[in-house]
DNA sequence: AATCCTGTTACAATAAATGTTGCAAGTTAC
DNA sequence: GTAACTTGCAACATTTATTGTAACAGGATT
């Protein structure tokens, strides 16, 4: 398959509203800038409301951070758009009546939550709002 | 895509080898196990010759480990199977000349390098010898 | 010599992602 | 109040990384 960028472009949509807060911030403005389509925009900002980290308002274009960014950190992105996805896949079509086939499923689970919790804790570690000074940042150094 | 489990099916392969040393392991039994093609087996047991995790003869059903299991990480089976690939990826084609757009690429590259560096770590610390111990437990428990 | 095996390649099929299009309904400006 | 925008949502097409399948040269075993 594609390799999911939902992650990258969602973080990039609460940081594009932060920042152009007083520009325009239609989903057509926003694709724009990630050089995406306003319907993919409009998907992944439905979810963002959803999970209560974005609020918008049907008809206007008024999407504002449902909190201040340096709460929201990219975990919560992730699972906004994620889901509970994990990082790494068991293969769910072993041999049962194998040792290895009939068990190895259940190790793995352990052993990916254990991965998954770390890369986790680090997601938790990282708010937007050190995004958004990182990318203010950069631009300013360009100058 | 298709969500990958190549790492999981390189496990198998390993544990295989090892708790099955004194019976079939020619790939068709493997991949019997792993209700795989032969075929597959093949392919993702060069990488682990390759690696250095796994010898082999050509001709000859007789792969075995090149060390001992405590000494063989789930990070070096990743690595073998997967290369360097990142778990979390950036939205490579965004707007350059929006402020976000043009250096967001940058500030997530290096979040994303601390979620890998997290992970990775974590999978440095399970031994493939602690997930074939859980695999013999998990059977004997089931008597 | 016959039969199995590995190692490798090329191509087909699958699945999860993004792209595209269309439209009902809300909002704003005039 | 109507024209021109917007969001929100859904259906379908396209893309692409994966696994599946088939074929075959060459080594190993009996």
Redesign the interface.
């Known amino acids: 398959?594609?390799?999911?960028?939902k992650?990258?472009?969602g973080?990039?949509i609460l940081?594009?509203v932060d920042?152009?807060q007083d520009a325009d911030l239609s989903s057509g403005a926003i694709a724009?800038?990630?050089?995406?389509n306003p319907s993919l925009v409009r998907r992944l900002m439905a979810q963002l409301v959803k999970a209560g980290l974005l609020t918008s308002q049907p008809g206007a274009a008024a999407p504002a951070l449902a909190r201040p960014a340096a709460e929201i950190s990219?975990l919560d992105v992730y699972q906004a758009l994620e889901g509970n996805k994990e990082?790494?896949?068991?293969?769910e079509?072993?041999?049962p009546q194998?040792?290895?086939?009939?068990?190895?499923q259940?190790?793995?689970n352990?052993?990916y939550a254990?991965?998954q919790?770390?890369?986790e804790?680090?997601?938790a570690a990282?708010s937007l709002q050190?995004?958004i000074s990182?990318?203010?940042q950069?631009?300013a150094a360009k100058h």
Do not use: P
């Not at 990082?87 to 293969?91: M, R």
């Not at 194998?98 to 190895?104: A, D, K, L, Q, S």
């Open positions: 398959m594609k390799y999911s960028h992650l990258s472009d973080v990039h940081a594009y920042i152009y724009a800038s990630i050089e995406a990219l990082l790494l896949h068991i293969d079509k072993t041999n194998c040792i290895v086939g009939g068990n190895i259940a190790s793995l352990v052993a254990q991965v919790q770390a890369a804790a680090q997601m990282i050190g995004i990182d990318i203010l950069r631009e």
